[in-house]
């Protein structure tokens, strides 16, 4: 069997603006065919005995491990044919980042990431590609046992609504603060800004003035 290989593509459709998708490569064939009809916070379907691990035309599907609350790692058989997923449209804090509930320190980033393990499980997940790549993963909708898994993390407060890639949870991200779920049960600082203040910078980045604040 030839080695996975992932070939992202972005293709331009106009005023439409850019549709991502991705395709990978198994045994020197190429099939777009498969597109499981899944909307994001709808059903999804269940994948066949058929339905290999990585798929084609847009779809990644397998057992992934995280270490946070809105990113996935598809293993594949090297470090090569691994695929990095973020889930789209949500943002959570890092796993490094603590919020503070009741004047106390919280590992919030840690508890996100718990939480996104325990909702996936040893269960399979099925991900369809949304918007651009970035440097060095995709952004997809997600899916366990047919649950929108962006929308249960946002929805049971470990997770933000993203307004990137469609700004698709707003209803859960008021519910969840409205009932002090999850990071809502206190004060947190935006995952974004606590990244700017706190990642390795890149050349030409800096930090904002508020940082420490």
């Known amino acids: ?3 996975r290989q992932a070939i992202f593509m972005v293709i331009a459709t106009g005023a439409a ?3 991502l998708g991705i395709s990978l490569t198994l ?4 099939n777009q065919t498969a597109r499981p009809d899944e909307t994001p916070g709808k059903m999804a379907p269940a994948p066949t005995a058929d339905t290999p691990k990585i798929e084609y035309g847009g779809f990644v599907f397998g057992r992934p491990a995280n270490n946070d609350g809105d990113t996935l790692k598809f293993t594949g058989k090297t470090k090569d044919d691994d695929v990095r997923v973020r889930i789209a449209s949500i943002d959570a804090p890092e796993s490094k980042q603590n919020c503070r509930v009741e004047r106390k320190q919280v590992p919030c980033g840690q508890q996100a990431g718990a939480a996104l393990t325990a909702l996936i499980g040893n269960r399979e997940v099925l991900c369809r590609m949304w918007g651009k790549p970035t440097r060095d993963r995709v952004a997809a909708i997600c ?3 047919g649950q929108d898994i962006g929308r249960a993390m946002v ?5 933000i609504n993203e307004a990137s890639y469609g700004n698709l949870y707003t209803a859960e991200e008021a519910e969840a603060r409205h ?5 809502w049960a206190g004060t947190f600082e935006q995952p974004a800004h606590w990244r700017a203040c706190h990642k390795p910078l890149r050349k030409g980045q800096t930090r904002p003035t ?3 604040l």
């Open 17 to 19: 603006g850019i549709a």
């Open 143 to 145: 899916f366990v046992n």
């Open 27 to 30: 045994s020197g064939t190429f």
């Open 179 to 183: 009932e002090g779920k999850g990071i």
């Open 1 to 3: 069997m030839q080695t």
């Open 210 to 212: 508020d940082c420490g």
């Open 155 to 159: 929805r049971a407060g470990w997770a």
